[in-house]
C-alpha cells in the first residue's frame, strides 16, 4: 500500500470514527433527536478539520502502526485534545454555550477508538499476519540490552520462524519478570531445566560482550540439551553495522578454546614495524597471512608477501589491497620456494627488509614422517638460506615461527624445526640481524589443525576418529599467536627463544565431542572411534624442555625461554649428506641431533636475558 493510500485510509477511518463519537454522544447527552442542527454542523466540520489538520502537523499519519509504541500513542493523545480544544474554542465563540459530559464523551471514544484501531491492527498483524507456519521455539540467554532487543526483532520480523519463549538471566533483580510478554525464568544453571519445560529447539546466547570464559560456562549448560546453540555477533559488529541482531552465528569452536585477547603494546609494535620494510615468508599460510592482516595496520612502508604457492599468495594480495586501500601501504608479492637460496638472495638484495617474520615450513607431522628429506630442505635449510639472507642485507630483526614439536622431538617435523631454532640462534651470534624463535603449540583453524578433519567426518555422519583417548593438545587462535609473534619481535635482544603462554590443554576427544555437539549431532548418534597413535606423535606436547625452563614473563602470555647449548657442525654435515641417506637413517639422524644425542663438537651456550 502507498503512502497516499494509507493516508485515504486513516483519514477515512478516523473520520468515520468521529462523527461515530458526536452521535453518540448527542444521544448520551440530550437524549434529544431533534436538537439545533447548526450547532451539530458546526461541530462536525469544526472538530474534523481541526483533527486533520494536527494529524498533518503532529506527523501522525506517517506512523509505521507495526511499530506502534507509547510515543504513537502520546500522538494521538496531542491530536485528539488539540482539535476538540479548538472545537469548543469556536463552538463557544459562535453560540456562547458548551456542553462539558458531551465534550468528555467524544474525548474519550475519540482517544479510545483511534489508538484502539491502530494497537488493534498491530496486535492482530503480528500474531496472526506474520507469524510463520511452523515456529522453532527459542530460549534467550541473557535479559539485558541486547537479550530485549533480540526478543523484539524476532517477534516482528516475518522473515524468521524463531519464536522466543523464555529468557535466561543470572540477575535476581529480572528473573520472575516479564520482558515484551516473556518470562525471565532462571539462571545458567536452569538451561536445561526449562529447555525441557518449553520444549525449546534452539538457543541464543544474547550478550555480545562475554567473555570467553563466560561462553565456555555457558555452552557446558547448553551442551546437556539436544537444542541448537546460537550466539549473538561480536559487539564491535552489531555497532558498526557489519551484521544485524538477527543474524546469529553458530558457536565455534574456537568460542570455547580461545582465551580472551591479550592487550599488544602499540607503541612498542609501531616503533619497529611502522614506516619499515616487512618481509613475510610462507605470506599464503594460516599463520603468515594473519602477521600480514595485523601488520598492515600498522602503517609499514612496503610489505612483501613471500610464499611458493600462487593462489594463497594472490588472495592475501588482494584482500589486504580491498580491505586496506587508503592506507598507502606498499604490498608487493614474491612467489619463491625458500629452498631456492640464490632467487631467496636476490629478493633481499631488491627490497632489503628492515624485519622478516619466518613463518614458511611444512608442518603435517605424519607427511614429514613418510618424506623426511623435504622436512629437512624446507624447515632446515630453507630457514638457513633465508637467516643468511636476512643476515647479509642487515635486517634489523628475523622472527622465526617454531613448534610445540621441536621440545624433546619425536618427530620429523618437530627435529627439524628444533634444528632450525639451533640455526637462527647461531646466526645470531654472528649477525648484527637479532634473531629470535617464537614458539607455541596448535592454532585453531589453520590448514594443519584436526578441527576441519573432525568437522568434514561428523559431515559424513561419523564416526570421528581420534587416535588416543589421552591425547591433549594446546590451542590458540590464529590472531592471538600472530598478535603476540609481531609482539615478540618487539620484545628481543637477539637469540632468545620466546614461548606463548597456550593456556590448559585440551583433550582431543572432549573437541571432538564439542564439534559433534556445534553442528547440531548427538555424540552417540555420531560416534568417536580411537586409531592408535600415529608415528612421530606424542600424548601430550611440552613447551619447554626441562634445561630451557623460564618461568619469567616477559610480557603477559609471553615467556622467555632460556638457550641451551647449540652444535651447527652437525647440522651443516647432515644438509651436506642428507640426500645419501635413506629415509629411515635420515629420521634417526634427525632426532639424535634434535635431541642432543651423539653431538661430535658441542658449540659454547648461549646466555640470554631479558
Same mark, same amino acid.
Given at each position: 500500500?502507498?503512502?497516499?493510500?494509507?493516508?485515504?485510509?486513516?483519514?477515512?477511518?478516523?473520520?468515520?470514527?468521529?462523527?461515530?463519537?458526536?452521535?453518540?454522544?448527542?444521544?448520551?447527552?440530550?437524549?434529544?433527536?431533534?436538537?439545533?442542527?447548526?450547532?451539530?454542523?458546526?461541530?462536525?466540520?469544526?472538530?474534523?478539520?481541526?483533527?486533520?489538520?494536527?494529524?498533518?502537523?503532529?506527523?501522525?499519519?506517517?506512523?509505521?502502526?507495526?511499530?506502534?509504541?507509547?510515543?504513537?500513542?502520546?500522538?494521538?493523545?496531542?491530536?485528539?485534545?488539540?482539535?476538540?480544544?479548538?472545537?469548543?474554542?469556536?463552538?463557544?465563540?459562535?453560540?456562547?454555550?458548551?456542553?462539558?459530559?458531551?465534550?468528555?464523551?467524544?474525548?474519550?471514544?475519540?482517544?479510545?477508538?483511534?489508538?484502539?484501531?491502530?494497537?488493534?491492527?498491530?496486535?492482530?498483524? %503480528?500474531?496472526?499476519?506474520?507469524?510463520?507456519?511452523?515456529?522453532?521455539?527459542?530460549?534467550?540467554?541473557?535479559?539485558?540490552?541486547?537479550?530485549?532487543?533480540?526478543?523484539?526483532?524476532?517477534?516482528?520480523?516475518?522473515?524468521?520462524?524463531?519464536?522466543?519463549?523464555?529468557?535466561?538471566?543470572?540477575?535476581?533483580?529480572?528473573?520472575?519478570?516479564?520482558?515484551?510478554?516473556?518470562?525471565?525464568?532462571?539462571?545458567?544453571?536452569?538451561?536445561?531445566?526449562?529447555?525441557?519445560?518449553?520444549?525449546?529447539?534452539?538457543?541464543?546466547?544474547?550478550?555480545?560482550?562475554?567473555?570467553?570464559?563466560?561462553?565456555?560456562?555457558?555452552?557446558?549448560?547448553?551442551?546437556?540439551?539436544?537444542?541448537?546453540?546460537?550466539?549473538?555477533?561480536?559487539?564491535?559488529?552489531?555497532?558498526?553495522?557489519?551484521?544485524?541482531?538477527?543474524?546469529?552465528?553458530?558457536?565455534?569452536?574456537?568460542?570455547?578454546?580461545?582465551?580472551?585477547?591479550?592487550?599488544? %603494546?602499540?607503541?612498542?609494535?609501531?616503533?619497529?614495524?611502522?614506516?619499515?620494510?616487512?618481509?613475510?615468508?610462507?605470506?599464503?599460510?594460516?599463520?603468515?597471512?594473519?602477521?600480514?592482516?595485523?601488520?598492515?595496520?600498522?602503517?609499514?612502508?612496503?610489505?612483501?608477501?613471500?610464499?611458493?604457492?600462487?593462489?594463497?599468495?594472490?588472495?592475501?594480495?588482494?584482500?589486504?589491497?580491498?580491505?586496506?586501500?587508503?592506507?598507502?601501504?606498499?604490498?608487493?608479492?614474491?612467489?619463491?620456494?625458500?629452498?631456492?637460496?640464490?632467487?631467496?638472495?636476490?629478493?633481499?638484495?631488491?627490497?632489503?627488509?628492515? *624485519?622478516?617474520?619466518?613463518?614458511?615450513?611444512?608442518?603435517?607431522?605424519?607427511?614429514?614422517?613418510?618424506?623426511?628429506?623435504?622436512?629437512?630442505?624446507?624447515?632446515?635449510?630453507?630457514?638457513?638460506?633465508?637467516?643468511?639472507?636476512?643476515?647479509?642485507?642487515?635486517?634489523?630483526?628475523?622472527?622465526?615461527?617454531?613448534?610445540?614439536?621441536?621440545?624433546?622431538?619425536?618427530?620429523?617435523?618437530?627435529?627439524?624445526?628444533?634444528?632450525?631454532?639451533?640455526?637462527?640462534?647461531?646466526?645470531?651470534?654472528?649477525?648484527?640481524?637479532?634473531?629470535?624463535?617464537?614458539?607455541?603449540?596448535?592454532?585453531?583453524?589453520?590448514?594443519?589443525?584436526?578441527?576441519?578433519?573432525?568437522?568434514?567426518?561428523?559431515?559424513?555422519?561419523?564416526?570421528?576418529?581420534?587416535?588416543?583417548?589421552?591425547?591433549?593438545?594446546?590451542?590458540?587462535?590464529?590472531?592471538?599467536?600472530?598478535?603476540?609473534?609481531?609482539?615478540?619481535?618487539?620484545?628481543?635482544?637477539?637469540?632468545?627463544?620466546?614461548?606463548?603462554?597456550?593456556?590448559?590443554?585440551?583433550?582431543? *576427544?572432549?573437541?571432538?565431542?564439542?564439534?559433534?555437539?556445534?553442528?547440531?549431532?548427538?555424540?552417540?548418534?555420531?560416534?568417536?572411534?580411537?586409531?592408535?597413535?600415529?608415528?612421530?606423535?606424542?600424548?601430550?606436547?611440552?613447551?619447554?624442555?626441562?634445561?630451557?625452563?623460564?618461568?619469567?614473563?616477559?610480557?603477559?602470555?609471553?615467556?622467555?625461554?632460556?638457550?641451551?647449548?647449540?652444535?651447527?657442525?652437525?647440522?651443516?654435515?647432515?644438509?651436506?649428506?642428507?640426500?645419501?641417506?635413506?629415509?629411515?637413517?635420515?629420521?634417526?639422524?634427525?632426532?639424535?641431533?634434535?635431541?642432543?644425542?651423539?653431538?661430535?663438537?658441542?658449540?659454547?651456550? *648461549?646466555?640470554?636475558?631479558?
Amino acid at each position: 500500500m502507498t503512502y497516499r493510500q494509507r493516508m485515504s485510509l486513516f483519514i477515512f477511518i478516523d473520520s468515520c470514527i468521529i462523527l461515530s463519537s458526536i452521535l453518540v454522544s448527542q444521544l448520551l447527552v440530550t437524549s434529544d433527536v431533534n436538537a439545533p442542527v447548526l450547532p451539530l454542523v458546526v461541530t462536525v466540520i469544526a472538530i474534523l478539520l481541526s483533527h486533520l489538520f494536527f494529524a498533518y502537523k503532529l506527523k501522525l499519519y506517517r506512523k509505521a502502526w507495526e511499530y506502534a509504541s507509547i510515543g504513537e500513542l502520546i500522538l494521538i493523545l496531542k491530536t485528539v485534545t488539540y482539535s476538540l480544544l479548538t472545537t469548543v474554542g469556536l463552538h463557544f465563540l459562535f453560540f456562547q454555550m458548551v456542553y462539558p459530559r458531551a465534550v468528555v464523551v467524544i474525548w474519550m471514544m475519540n482517544l479510545l477508538i483511534i489508538g484502539g484501531s491502530r494497537f488493534i491492527w498491530r496486535i492482530y498483524r %503480528d500474531n496472526y499476519l506474520l507469524q510463520p507456519k511452523t515456529h522453532k521455539r527459542t530460549l534467550i540467554i541473557g535479559a539485558g540490552a541486547a537479550g530485549t532487543m533480540v526478543a523484539r526483532q524476532l517477534q516482528n520480523n516475518r522473515d524468521t520462524d524463531l519464536l522466543p519463549v523464555a529468557f535466561i538471566d543470572d540477575s535476581p533483580k529480572k528473573q520472575r519478570l516479564d520482558i515484551f510478554g516473556i518470562p525471565v525464568v532462571g539462571g545458567v544453571d536452569q538451561i536445561q531445566k526449562y529447555v525441557e519445560k518449553f520444549d525449546v529447539e534452539n538457543i541464543i546466547i544474547a550478550i555480545p560482550s562475554l567473555s570467553r570464559k563466560g561462553i565456555q560456562n555457558i555452552f557446558k549448560e547448553c551442551a546437556k540439551t539436544n537444542a541448537k546453540t546460537q550466539i549473538l555477533p561480536m559487539l564491535e559488529d552489531l555497532v558498526t553495522g557489519k551484521v544485524s541482531v538477527t543474524q546469529f552465528r553458530d558457536v565455534k569452536v574456537e568460542d570455547l578454546l580461545g582465551r580472551d585477547p591479550v592487550d599488544l %603494546d602499540i607503541n612498542q609494535i609501531s616503533g619497529y614495524v611502522s614506516g619499515q620494510v616487512i618481509l613475510v615468508t610462507g605470506a599464503g599460510g594460516s599463520i603468515g597471512s594473519e602477521i600480514s592482516r595485523q601488520i598492515v595496520k600498522f602503517k609499514p612502508r612496503q610489505l612483501i608477501l613471500l610464499g611458493h604457492g600462487e593462489n594463497s599468495i594472490h588472495a592475501i594480495e588482494m584482500e589486504l589491497k580491498e580491505i586496506h586501500s587508503g592506507m598507502n601501504v606498499d604490498i608487493r608479492t614474491e612467489i619463491a620456494d625458500i629452498q631456492d637460496d640464490q632467487k631467496i638472495m636476490d629478493i633481499f638484495s631488491s627490497y632489503r627488509p628492515d *624485519v622478516v617474520y619466518h613463518a614458511a615450513a611444512h608442518k603435517h607431522v605424519p607427511l614429514m614422517e613418510r618424506n623426511p628429506e623435504e622436512a629437512v630442505k624446507n624447515n632446515v635449510i630453507g630457514t638457513f638460506n633465508v637467516a643468511k639472507a636476512a643476515s647479509w642485507s642487515n635486517a634489523g630483526r628475523f622472527v622465526m615461527i617454531s613448534s610445540d614439536k621441536a621440545v624433546n622431538p619425536t618427530s620429523v617435523m618437530g627435529a627439524t624445526k628444533r634444528l632450525a631454532e639451533i640455526i637462527i640462534q647461531n646466526m645470531n651470534k654472528v649477525s648484527e640481524t637479532k634473531f629470535v624463535a617464537v614458539r607455541f603449540g596448535n592454532v585453531l583453524g589453520s590448514r594443519g589443525s584436526v578441527i576441519p578433519i573432525f568437522t568434514k567426518q561428523i559431515e559424513k555422519g561419523g564416526p570421528v576418529k581420534v587416535t588416543h583417548p589421552d591425547m591433549v593438545r594446546f590451542f590458540m587462535t590464529i590472531p592471538e599467536a600472530s598478535s603476540l609473534v609481531i609482539q615478540a619481535g618487539a620484545l628481543t635482544q637477539g637469540g632468545e627463544i620466546f614461548v606463548l603462554d597456550m593456556g590448559e590443554p585440551v583433550k582431543i *576427544v572432549d573437541l571432538a565431542q564439542n564439534l559433534i555437539k556445534l553442528s547440531g549431532n548427538n555424540v552417540d548418534e555420531i560416534g568417536v572411534e580411537f586409531t592408535g597413535i600415529r608415528p612421530g606423535e606424542k600424548l601430550y606436547e611440552e613447551l619447554l624442555k626441562d634445561e630451557e625452563v623460564e618461568r619469567e614473563q616477559v610480557y603477559p602470555k609471553i615467556h622467555l625461554g632460556r638457550a641451551t647449548d647449540m652444535v651447527m657442525d652437525d647440522i651443516e654435515d647432515l644438509i651436506e649428506n642428507y640426500h645419501h641417506l635413506d629415509k629411515h637413517t635420515l629420521r634417526e639422524q634427525l632426532l639424535s641431533l634434535a635431541n642432543n644425542e651423539g653431538l661430535s663438537r658441542p658449540g659454547s651456550p *648461549v646466555s640470554i636475558t631479558s
